[in-house]
C-alpha cells in the first residue's frame, strides 16, 4: 500500500517568512495530493491541492509543487501570519483512499 | 460548496454502551465516506470506507463488530461503537467524497470518553 512521509514534525518560523513543508510517497499509481490545515480540536481543512498532471499550483501566499519522478511533493506558505499555527497534513491519493503524512506542527511567532 | 456535518460533536457515556455517530453530506453526494480516529498529537487513521449500499471496507486491525458502518444513502452514513470502553475513546471524523481521487471533505468529529 501507499506510505507517506512527512517532514519535519514541527516547524517554528519568524511572522513573514516562509514555510515549508515536505512529504514523500511510495506508490506511482498515487495522482492526487491534497493538503490539510487543522486547528486544535477541529476539522481538517482542505487548504490546496495538486494532481499528477501538473507539476506547481498556487493560491495567494500558499504553494504546492510536485515532483511525480522522485515521488515527493511540498507545501510553500509565504509571509507566514499568527493564524497560519496549526498541524499541516499531507496525502496522497491511492484508487479511493487518502493516505495521510504524519503532520507538522507550524508555529508562527509574532 | 462541500458541507460535512457529524452529529454528536461529544461524547461522554459509561463503559458497554453503544454510540451511534452520524456523517452527513449536506450539499452534495458522497459516493463515498470514511471514518477516521486520531488520538492526541496524531495524524488521521482511516478505520473503514464505506460505500453507499455495499458493505463498508475496514482497515487492517479494526474490528468490524465492535465499529459498526451504514452507509444507507448518497448523504449519510453512521458508525455505530458498539459495547464501548474506555480504551475506545478517541477523536472519530467523518469525511466525504464526489467519487474516487477527488477530495475529501471532514466533518467536525466526534469526541467520545468512555467512563
Known amino acids: 500500500g501507499e506510505n507517506v512521509e512527512q517532514h519535519p514534525s514541527t516547524l517554528s518560523v519568524q511572522e513573514g517568512d516562509s514555510a515549508v513543508i515536505k512529504c514523500t510517497y511510495s506508490d506511482s499509481a498515487s495522482n492526487y495530493f491534497p493538503w490539510y490545515k487543522q486547528e486544535l480540536g477541529k476539522r481538517p481543512q482542505l487548504i490546496i491541492d495538486i494532481r499528477s498532471n501538473v507539476g506547481e499550483k498556487k493560491d495567494q501566499r500558499i504553494a504546492v509543487t510536485l515532483n511525480k519522478t522522485a515521488k515527493h511533493f511540498s507545501l510553500h506558505i509565504t509571509e507566514t501570519q499568527p493564524e497560519d499555527s496549526a498541524v499541516y497534513f499531507c496525502a496522497a491519493a491511492g484508487a479511493n483512499n487518502l493516505f495521510f503524512g504524519t503532520g507538522t506542527r507550524l508555529t508562527v511567532i509574532p | 460548496g462541500a458541507v460535512v456535518s457529524q452529529h454528536p460533536s461529544r461524547v461522554i457515556c459509561k463503559s458497554g454502551t453503544s454510540v451511534k455517530i452520524e456523517c452527513r453530506s449536506l450539499d452534495f453526494q458522497a459516493t463515498t465516506m470514511f471514518w477516521y480516529r486520531q488520538f492526541p498529537k496524531q495524524s488521521l487513521m482511516l478505520m473503514a470506507t464505506s460505500n453507499e449500499g455495499s458493505k463498508a471496507t475496514y482497515e487492517q486491525g479494526v474490528e468490524k463488530d465492535k465499529f459498526l458502518i451504514n452507509h444507507a444513502s448518497l448523504t449519510l452514513s453512521t458508525l455505530t461503537v458498539t459495547s464501548a470502553h474506555p480504551e475506545d475513546s478517541s477523536f472519530y471524523i467523518c469525511?466525504?467524497?464526489?467519487?474516487?481521487?477527488?477530495?475529501?471533505?471532514f466533518g467536525d468529529g466526534t469526541r467520545l470518553s468512555i467512563l
Open positions: 469525511s466525504a467524497s464526489r467519487g474516487p481521487q477527488q477530495p475529501q471533505h
